[in-house]
Nanobody, 122 residues
Framework: QVQLVESGGGLVQAGGSLRLSCAAS????????VGWFRQAPGKEREFVGR????????YYADSVKGRFTISRDSALNTVYLQMNSLEPEDTAVYYC???????????????WGQGTQVTVSS
């Protein structure tokens, strides 16, 4: 069973940047697609983007396209979410998760990390 641990969240001013990490243990990402999601208070969990671990192909939600970038480091078995030009609306708990289906739907993701808080001040 793959275990995921996110890190890198924090408080940043609008316009700033953060890089989140998602490290896997107990397994590797090689058999999965890795997704990033976020959930703000009182809102549903929202798809942010995903990466095909094998090919590096990525896909992003329109709300973050051009500002966020997902990448991977095979040696470290880690996926990253680089977030630039952050806006107060990006404030949320960010989660990584894995699936064997190329999908935006959180219901299709099998394993989830515990989440990391990102707060963007105006």
């Amino acid at each position: 069973q793959v275990q995921l641990v996110e890190s890198g969240g924090g408080l940043v001013q609008a316009g700033g940047s953060l890089r989140l990490s998602c490290a896997a243990s107990g397994g590797t990402f090689s058999a999965y697609f890795v997704g990033w999601f976020r959930q703000a208070p009182g809102k549903e969990r929202e798809f942010v983007g995903r990466i095909n671990w094998s090919s590096g192909l990525t896909y992003y939600a329109d709300s973050v396209k051009g500002r966020f970038t997902i990448s991977r480091d095979s040696a470290l078995n880690t996926v990253y979410l680089q977030m630039n030009s952050l806006e107060p609306e990006d404030t949320a708990v960010y989660y990584c998760a894995v699936t064997r289906i190329w999908t935006n739907s959180p219901r299709s993701y099998s394993y989830w990390g515990q989440g990391t808080q990102v707060t963007v001040s105006s």
